[in-house]
């Protein structure tokens, strides 16, 4: 049926697409954090469709591996604008890692590799639950930055001492 029809694209990719980032997404999204199942979908999606047409109108003139390169450039922007610094301490790298993630299944998946994409997800999500874990378990892992983990499991977490009161006198 034509109606049915997307090519150059492929149905069994954008499955790849929506299940690689719908457990990345979901990960992220069950622990309050940015980049969820909506976002992570269309940064997938996204980038699997630009990497698939690229592939589509090659010939003489064109270089479709300079679309990756272009991929890769406008994901680092928008990874960028997720983090930013609070009280000292940048916040939302892990979530600007996410995203270039999902960017780099949507390539792998748009060069034909649609079950890789879904591989590279699982393991995203097992290194994502996994350090989480790690980092709430053993207290070693819980300095520096990853002292404020001690709010979720208990732990207390140390007094920020005020500034002392200057004498108006």
């Not at 301490?89 to 996410?98: D, F, H, W």
């Not at 590799?113 to 590279?120: K, M, T």
Request: overall charge neutral; aromatic content about 8%; glycine content about 12%.
């Amino acid at each position: 049926m034509e109606l049915f029809t997307i090519d150059p694209l492929r149905w069994e990719s954008l499955l790849g697409c929506f299940l690689s980032a719908f457990a990345i997404g979901l990960e992220r999204q069950l622990g309050g954090k940015p980049v969820g199942i909506r976002t992570s979908a269309l940064i997938c999606i996204g980038t699997y469709v630009f990497i698939a047409m690229s592939r589509d109108v090659f010939n003489d003139a064109t270089d479709p591996s300079r679309i990756v390169g272009q991929v890769i450039t406008g994901i680092g922007f928008l990874g960028a604008g997720v983090m930013l610094a609070k009280d000292g301490i940048v916040v939302g790298v892990t979530s600007a890692a996410s995203i270039w993630i999902l960017a780099a299944i949507g390539v792998v998946i748009g060069l034909g590799h649609p079950w890789l994409g879904v591989r590279l997800a699982v393991l995203t999500v097992a290194i994502l639950v996994g350090v989480n874990f790690m980092e709430n378990t053993f207290e070693f892992l819980q300095r520096g930055v990853h002292y404020r983990l001690g709010k979720r499991t208990g732990v207390p977490t140390p007094e920020v001492a005020a500034p002392p009161k200057q004498n108006a006198e």
